[in-house]
């Protein structure tokens, strides 16, 4: 499977129909697609980092907790021996929990998770924003700007950017009685008022039904989009669609052309992670689901 993939690709950019690279050759050169564990489920770190160089992807989504656990001096050598980017990390702050004491305590241990993520040449963590909450948005928005605007600063030490990503859907919107950020236009501003370091998790599913444009990805330029998530939606009201429901890309509605040609045009050059939430069925073997989300998203790469 990797040599075809290779072989198409390279055809492809050889004919000009691709100004850009995907596969994991030209992984340090431009954007490339990571693997992401909605595609395998849960699987033991280092036979996930295998299975994606087997396959051809140019990166992983990294397990910080696992990697930690091997420590940088190995996972650095893991990831160099199989010629594997480390795509994206999670944040391990829970900043959005009503617990002032947990997030203080999470938040004593993110140097020293920074430190490792710089060390392993993974610059780049992610975080969800919330779309609504228990609490009015003016007094949420405050404590939630306080606590990502002290977590950018410790990340800052070790060079290290913040996605934060926004959720685009009706259903998370109205999940509880305050409707907080959910646009991209506003999540950008917010993050350029939390740091020079903080910026978007970019999400093809969450930019389509949120109803932003390739304007907003021109807006967020190359150094406000620290990783990209993408998929597909079927063609749905907004009041049905669920997180679960999401499609490979190319087999649905979302403008992917429009989508990759914007980040093309702004310069990104870092991960692509396919994540098709409940579109991969239980019983499907990891190494199927992989090679699906690698197939349709340089599919849709290719296209644009």
């Known amino acids: 499977m990797q040599t075809a993939l290779d072989r198409r690709t ?4 050889a004919a000009g129909a691709i100004p850009f690279l995907t596969t994991k050759a030209a992984a340090a050169a ?5 693997l992401n564990s909605s595609l395998t489920r849960q699987m033991d770190w280092k036979e996930f980092v295998q299975l994606a160089a087997r396959l051809g992807y140019g990166g992983v989504d990294v397990n910080l ?15 160099d021996g199989l010629k594997i980017k480390p795509g994206v990390a999670s944040l391990p702050v829970r900043f959005a929990i009503p617990d002032e004491s947990v997030v203080l305590e999470e938040l004593k241990q993110l140097d020293d ?7 392993i040449d993974c610059p780049r963590m992610m975080a969800v924003l919330p779309p609504s909450s228990q609490t009015p948005k003016a007094e949420f928005r405050k404590v939630i700007k306080d606590r990502v605007t002290s977590i950018a600063g410790i990340l800052a030490r070790s060079n290290v950017r913040l996605g934060l990503e926004f959720l685009g859907p009706l259903h998370f919107r109205t999940r509880n009685p305050h409707e907080f950020i959910w646009r991209m236009d ?3 501003a917010f993050a350029k008022e939390c740091g020079p370091n903080v910026g978007l998790t970019l999400d093809a599913w ?35 669609v669920r997180d679960n429901q999401r499609v490979f890309p190319g087999e649905g509605v979302i403008d992917l052309t429009t989508f990759f040609r914007s980040l093309q045009k702004i310069g990104y050059q870092d991960a692509v992670s396919p994540e098709p939430i409940g579109r991969v069925p239980q019983e499907m073997p990891a190494e199927e689901g992989a090679r699906l989300g690698l197939e349709t998203t340089l599919a849709a790469m290719r296209k644009a």
């Open 10 to 13: 390279f055809l492809a950019f």
């Open 30 to 34: 431009t954007m490339f697609v990571s």
């Open 65 to 79: 907790s696992a990697a930690r656990q091997e420590g940088a001096a190995a996972t650095r050598s893991l990831l």
């Open 113 to 119: 998770a920074a430190k490792f993520a710089a060390e």
């Open 186 to 188: 506003e999540t950008l």
């Open 206 to 240: 969450h930019w389509h039904h949120a109803g932003a444009t390739a304007a907003d990805i021109l807006a967020a330029g190359k150094d406000r989009i620290v990783h990209v998530h993408v998929s597909d939606a079927r063609k749905q009201p907004p009041e049905e």
